[in-house]
C-alpha cells in the first residue's frame, strides 16, 4: 500500500514536501518514484530514485525545484517541491518501480494545486 499525504493549495512560487507512506512490500529494495497527472494531461513520471538513494530522473519541467528523497528506515518517500508553478497543479502519485517502465502499482494520489 501506497499513502501520499501533504497536497494543497499553495500560491506560485510557494513550496510544498509531499510525503508517501508505503507499507506491505519490501520498500528499501524497491525503486520508487513520483508520477503526476496535470488536467487533461497524461500521467508522467516527474522523478525516481532507487533503493539506494540515488535519483536516477528528474523530468525537465521540474529540475532544480523538485527533489525526490526517501528513508527506508522509515519506509517513506518524499517529493520536496520549490517555486511551484501554476503548470505543477496535478495529482501527485507516488509509485513503484521507475522509468521509462510504468509504474508497477501506484497511490491513490494527492492533488497540488498552485493558484493565485
Known amino acids: 500500500q501506497l499513502m501520499e499525504s501533504g497536497g494543497g493549495l499553495v500560491q506560485p512560487g510557494g513550496s510544498l514536501r509531499l510525503s508517501c507512506a508505503a507499507s506491505g512490500f519490501a520498500f528499501s529494495l524497491s525503486d520508487m518514484g513520483w508520477l503526476r497527472q496535470a488536467p487533461g494531461k497524461a500521467v508522467e513520471w516527474v522523478s525516481s530514485?532507487?533503493?539506494?538513494?540515488?535519483?536516477?530522473y528528474t523530468t525537465g519541467s521540474v529540475m532544480g525545484r523538485f527533489t525526490i528523497s526517501r528513508d527506508n528506515a522509515k519506509n517513506t518517500l518524499y517529493l520536496q517541491m520549490h517555486s511551484l508553478k501554476i503548470e505543477d497543479t496535478g495529482v501527485y502519485f507516488c509509485a513503484q518501480g521507475r522509468p521509462p517502465a510504468g509504474p508497477t502499482y501506484r497511490g491513490q494520489g494527492t492533488q497540488v494545486t498552485v493558484s493565485s
Open positions: 530514485i532507487d533503493k539506494g538513494g540515488d535519483i536516477t
